[in-house]
Structures are given as structure tokens and as C-alpha cells.
Antibody, heavy 127, light 107 residues
Framework: EVQLVQSGAEVKKPGESLKISCEGS????????IAWVRQMPGKGLEWMGI????????KYGPSFQGQVTISADKSVSTAYLQWSSLKPSDTAIYYC????????????????????WGQGTMVTVSS | EIVMTQSPATLSVSPGERATLSCRAS??????LAWYQQKPGQAPRLLIY???TRATGIPAWFSGSGSGTEFTLTISSLQSEDFAVYYC?????????FGPGTKVDIK
């Protein structure tokens, strides 16, 4: 079974650092992009960024560039999202998602949407 | 950045009725458009990708259509388990962006 399992809930103070994780299993971890998505309390989904674990190529959404770091460790099939200095506005649920791909009739790989999701990690930042 | 908009913000529907949700992109995304369902306390669930292809295990009463900048998700006969928030997402151009969501609730 293809799964993404995220680390548990965190309660932190402003200014603290944090690294949360997303472990993939049941598929070739290095061959699929993994994205991070934020959901602030009562709000919608925001795409933060994405990493290709095979070569650690990473892209960030403009609102998140410089605010977080996305990384991956192929040896343990795990992607990470980290903050160096948390703010109360970072309070949210963070989801990881695997980007689905298929090969079309011409043999070209097509990257599409996010077909497998982690269960979410609740991060609370409060003094 | 491509801005996604969805309408209506809330749709009140009776069980068994048809629901039509709209999604618009600020520029063409071709057919690189997905729909997700999210229930309270759960992760999003992929329903549709490629604007009209149902994901694995998604029932046939969900259908998607459109291309370019205008897209529609249709739920042909709402079941009790379909009351949720629905998001569209474009994956044509970085950054990949979500719409603000449409909440489908019970009339």
C-alpha cells in the first residue's frame, strides 16, 4: 500500500526551530515529487513547495520562499519541512502529498496532481 | 502566479440533487486541473485530474469538464458522504495554486 506518514503534532514557542517529516512507503520514493501544503485554521489549502527526492530539486511558492526549507533523505524515504524561527502565524496543519505521474501514448511522462496524502501535522506556535 | 477562483463559496444542496461547482484560472492552464474533496479533520482526497479523469476509486457520479480557464465539477446525485469542501488546483505552471474552495452543505 502506498502511504505517506507524517510526524506528530508539535507545540512550539515563537522563535523556536522545527523540522517535521513525511515518510513514504509502498513505492519508489526517489521517483515522485513530494509537496507540502499549509492549511491555517478554518482556511483553505496553500501550496508551499515541492521536492524531487531523486535529485533534491526543489521549488517554493513565492509566499514561502525564504520562510521554510524543504529537504529529503532518500536513505530513509523521508521528506522534511523546517523552520528556523517560528512565528504564531505558522500555526496550521501541514500536509505532504505525492505528485502522481503516468506515461502517455507517446511514452512521455506526465506529472499531474497529488494522489496520496499524509495525515497532516498540526503545528501550534504560541507563547 | 496563476490565481484560481471558485464559485459559489457555499452551495446548499439536498441529498440526491445535482451539484455544479465552478473553477476559473486567471490564465490558461490547458487541462492541467485537479479537483480535491476535503472533509473535516481529514486530508484532501484527489477526485479528478486532467480536468476530467477520475482518480482511482472515485465513483462515477463525480465528473469534471472544461479546459483553458473555465472548469466544472459536477456531482450528479449527492450522497450523504459528499458533503464537504471542494478545491480546484492548477498544475500547469509553478507555483501550483489552489482555489479558495466551495463548501457543499446540506439544504
Amino acid at each position: 500500500e502506498v502511504q505517506l506518514v507524517q510526524s506528530g503534532a508539535e507545540v512550539k514557542k515563537p522563535g523556536e526551530s522545527l523540522k517535521i517529516s513525511c515518510e513514504g512507503s509502498g513505492y519508489s520514493f526517489t521517483n515522485y515529487w513530494i509537496a507540502w501544503v499549509r492549511q491555517m485554521p478554518g482556511k483553505g489549502l496553500e501550496w508551499m513547495g515541492i521536492i524531487y527526492p531523486g535529485d533534491s530539486h526543489t521549488k517554493y511558492g513565492p509566499s514561502f520562499q525564504g520562510q521554510v526549507t524543504i529537504s529529503a533523505d532518500k536513505s530513509v524515504s523521508t521528506a522534511y519541512l523546517q523552520w528556523s524561527s517560528l512565528k504564531p502565524s505558522d500555526t496550521a496543519i501541514y500536509y505532504c502529498g505525492r505528485r502522481y505521474s503516468y506515461y502517455d501514448s507517446s511514452g512521455t511522462q506526465r506529472w499531474t496532481a497529488f494522489d496520496v496524502w499524509g495525515q497532516g501535522t498540526m503545528v501550534t506556535v504560541s507563547s | 502566479e496563476i490565481v484560481m477562483t471558485q464559485s459559489p463559496a457555499t452551495l446548499s444542496v439536498s441529498p440526491g440533487e445535482r451539484a455544479t461547482l465552478s473553477c476559473r484560472a486567471s490564465q490558461s492552464v490547458s487541462n492541467n486541473l485537479a479537483w480535491y474533496q476535503q472533509k473535516p479533520g481529514q486530508a484532501p482526497r484527489l477526485l479528478i485530474y486532467g480536468a476530467s479523469t477520475r482518480a482511482t476509486g472515485i465513483p462515477a457520479w463525480f465528473s469534471g469538464s472544461g479546459s483553458g480557464t473555465e472548469f466544472t465539477l459536477t456531482i450528479s446525485s449527492l450522497q450523504s458522504e459528499d458533503f464537504a469542501v471542494y478545491y480546484c488546483q492548477q498544475y500547469s505552471i509553478w507555483p501550483l495554486t489552489f482555489g479558495p474552495g466551495t463548501k457543499v452543505d446540506i439544504k
